[in-house]
């Protein structure tokens, strides 16, 4: 069994983060990007859209295949 890894998700609406943080939790995409909005819409914005960038750069690009045993 491969290990999971976090990666930024081709099922992007900006740049893949929430997708990506949705798919290794298996989760809805949807609700991932609803409860991130809100994070940071309650928190002043500016930490919420601060991580989002930090988490763009760091986060490695995923890929449209999965990878076969």
Do not use: H
């Not at 997708?19 to 939790?25: L, Q």
């Amino acid at each position: 069994m491969a290990a999971k890894k976090l990666t930024r998700s081709t099922n992007k609406v900006l740049a893949g983060v929430c997708g990506g943080i949705a798919e290794y939790f298996e989760i809805d995409p949807t609700l991932v990007r609803v409860a991130y909005a809100a994070l940071s819409i309650f928190s002043a914005g500016f930490p919420g859209i601060l991580l989002y960038i930090v988490m763009w750069i760091l986060m490695p690009e995923g890929s449209d295949f999965e990878q076969l045993d």
